[in-house]
């Protein structure tokens, strides 16, 4: 199942527990400031079957993921578990956001489902948040889990051609570009994604010289 190669032998070996494309490619984009990892997806390892997420939190899901693929693959890994939630909606789609209008959803559908629900929201009740659960885990067990938001508004319709899932919908407090119409560079420093790898950067380093 592996896919190491030798020129990288120095470095080592961290996957980041996801096939969702933009995910990984956040990360790889945030990690390597951070240190340097030999970075891998679940896109090098093909073979391999997540476990079905069925937590009730963004950590019990980050958790279960990291866990199941680090023992399984016999690395390092990191997961995620993200989603948005909208206190107006009871939370929802919260865990449920990557399937929120069903089982293989594209974000597109999500996105509509979504606006369906709050299209008779007053604006003050259009409040949501980002929020990404990261785990880390050695073949041994977990290491460290941790949480971060990002709080904004949302718009009654799309807004941008960048990033993935909700972005098109989603304003930061403070700005005036959704998610999808604020470069990558700029989501990359603000986003519930970079708050929880702020926290987990410390145990990154420290991995990296041990
Ligand atoms: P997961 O892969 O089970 O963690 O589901 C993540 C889902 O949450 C994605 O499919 C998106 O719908 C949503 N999501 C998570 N992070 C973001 C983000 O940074 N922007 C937009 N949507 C996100």
């Known amino acids: 199942m592996s896919s190491s190669n030798n020129h990288s032998s120095f470095q080592l070996e961290l996957v980041i527990a996801s096939t969702n494309m933009h995910k990984v490619r956040e990360f790889k984009t945030m990690l390597k400031p951070i240190a340097q990892f030999d970075l891998r997806s679940l896109h090098d390892f093909p073979d391999y079957v997540p476990p079905e997420e069925t937590g009730d939190t963004f950590e019990e899901n980050a958790k279960l993921k990291a866990e199941h693929a680090a023992k399984t693959l016999n690395k390092w890994v990191i997961a995620d578990d993200s989603g948005l939630v909208v206190p107006a909606l009871n939370g929802a789609p919260g865990v449920l956001s ?5 089982n293989d959803a594209t974000d597109l559908e999500n996105r509509k489902k979504l606006l ?15 929020e ?14 941790v949480k971060g938001t990002c709080e904004g508004v949302l718009l009654n319709q799309d807004r941008g051609g960048g990033g993935f899932g909700y972005d098109p919908l989603f304003i930061k407090h403070g700005y005036n570009k959704t998610f ?24 990154l380093e420290s991995l990296m010289s041990t």
């Open 180 to 203: 999808a119409e604020l470069s990558e560079s700029i989501k990359n420093r603000i986003s519930h994604r970079r708050k929880a790898l702020d926290k987990i950067a410390l145990s």
């Open 132 to 145: 990404c659960a990261i785990a880390l885990a050695s073949p041994e067990g977990l290491k460290k889990c």
């Open 98 to 102: 990557a399937r929120y209008a069903g």
């Open 116 to 130: 369906d629900e709050i299209q008779y929201l007053m604006e003050e009740d259009r409040q949501a948040f980002f």
